[in-house]
């Protein structure tokens, strides 16, 4: 694909002149947690893709100060305020303690860069950093996630053995002492989470990083950086299905691209069809999402 133009001043006004109608869309998700299923075929949710070209560290993210332009860029357009740091009071209000559910997985973590730059929006919204915690395997035991009011779920895609996809609905798996017991028809179910009582009506913001995407795997575990790319990208939105929905078609159109056809995944990701026809979570059909592009689209696949 050719490469087109960075978005440009006058074209990010363009995005947040309809921002009022992303508050229209989706008033239930600051009350519940939960996006509430588009009732007519005009209703959409919407999704910020975001990218940038600047070279990856060897932690493999964008420099710290290109992680937080992403990530106030994606925010801003998806609550269509042009100001980032007021974006975020509407998210999280000044008394909230809020946990940032992350994923420490060692090959491909959130990484600190996109950790940092989400408690720095948090704390610029007036929460205190006493009341703001960083956590992945030991939420049940982290006493800001106990006192949690609102929660912030960030973390990696990458192709997953029990479930198809590592996804944003599966991020809160850690929220149950036996996460084994969810991998049953592969994980068909994991938006039943969303209901667990640390969880439900908390979440304020879905991240999925896809700085470098694992498209494919065999096993559990399983990690070659040959099937990894520099994709450079955060997808965000206030519903977590379509944000898993929008960078599993990355997923699977990267799969075509390398493998030259349409080869499944080693296992079905259909916990994100479920979570939106079985589950009522969110919006998995494309035709229903509103996809925000900002940045650069040389190979978004998308």
């Known amino acids: 694909m050719m490469s087109r133009k960075p978005i440009t001043r006058r074209d990010f006004l363009k995005v947040a002149s309809v921002g009022p109608l992303a508050g229209v869309l989706v008033p239930a998700a600051a009350r519940t947690g939960r996006s509430p299923l ?63 559910k992350t994923n420490a997985w060692r090959y491909i973590p959130t990484t600190p860069e996109v950790e940092q730059a989400i ?13 703001i915690a960083i956590d992945d395997q030991g939420v ?34 850690m929220f149950v002492p036996r996460p084994a017991d969810y991998h049953g028809d592969t994980c068909a179910d994991l938006a039943t989470l969303w209901d667990l009582p640390a969880v439900k009506g908390k979440t304020r913001l879905n991240v999925l990083v896809m700085f470098t995407p694992l498209f494919h795997g065999v096993g559990p575990h399983h990690y070659a950086k040959e099937y990894t790319w520099e994709y450079k990208g955060l997808i965000v939105s206030r519903d977590p299905v379509a944000a898993d929905a929008t960078g599993l078609r990355i997923i699977q159109a990267k799969r075509r691209e ?3 056809d349409d080869r499944p995944l080693q296992m079905t990701p259909h916990h994100i069809q479920l979570a939106d026809t079985r589950h009522h979570l969110g919006v998995s059909d494309p035709n229903r999402i509103e996809l925000v592009k900002l940045g650069f689209e040389e190979g978004i696949l998308i």
């Open 38 to 100: 588009p009732r007519q075929a005009e209703e959409k949710v919407r999704v910020v893709l975001v990218r940038d070209p600047s070279p990856l560290g060897p932690g493999g993210a964008p420099p710290a100060e290109v992680v937080q332009r992403m990530l106030d860029d994606a925010v801003r357009a998806l609550l269509g305020e042009r100001d980032a740091v007021k974006a975020w009071k509407t998210l999280v209000r000044a008394e909230d303690v809020v946990g940032i």
């Open 119 to 131: 408690k720095r929006r948090v704390m610029d919204a007036g929460v205190t950093e006493d009341r």
């Open 140 to 173: 049940l035991r982290n006493p800001v996630f106990q006192k949690a009011t609102a929660l912030v779920n960030a973390r990696p895609m990458r192709s997953h053995h029990w479930s198809g996809v590592g996804s944003l609905i599966k991020n809160y798996i």
């Open 258 to 260: 390398f493998f030259g």
